[in-house]
């Protein structure tokens, strides 16, 4: 139930946002509009043949409004507005959940008497999720600034006691540069889609 409010929500805002753009910027939207879902190609063919920008829905099959192929991109954007705040929301999960780590990491310090590390790492991975979660709730690029600082702390801190090994297995360095290839992929992929986010449709 709360889903689909907020899945109508976002299409009001669509609607709205809509109402406000240049024509040229509308025009955009028609042309792009087989990246969209149906329903958001819909409302800007309505706001389109509203303000006399076009007849009707058959003058979208006119040179001009020819959809442009798709570029490969490391970060693909996600045309649905419903679907991009989805996958925000599931990536920004995925922080919280490897910020459970460094917790996990800290408390087994105190145990060694290596309080002031146990209490650093412990701190660092609270203060991670908490930010992590401002990221999904809130779906505000400045909070991504703070994660990218302690991601890099993190991976730091994490060759640093990779070093520490005598012997150091493939799976010893595997393991760790998956996980920052992940982290960091991820706060990259949410700064792109939050980037464009007050886009029609999108």
Sequence with gaps: MEEEKDDNQLWQQLKERMRGYPDEELISVLKKRKHYRPEAAKLATEEAIRRGLIHSEQDL???KFETPPLKFSFFPYIDNETTRV???KSLSRSLMITGIIPIIWGVMKFPLQKYLEGASLLG???IWTGIAWLVMTRRERRFL???LVIALLS???A???LL???YLRPMDILVPAVVYLIVFYALFYIR???KKTADPGR
């Design 86 to 88: 989805r996958v925000i």
């Design 164 to 166: 520490t090994f005598q």
């Design 124 to 126: 660092l991975g609270l």
């Design 61 to 63: 099959f006119s040179p």
């Design 145 to 147: 600034s703070p994660l």
């Design 192 to 194: 792109a889609l939050l």
């Design 159 to 161: 060759v640093r006691i």
């Design 155 to 157: 991976a730091i801190y």
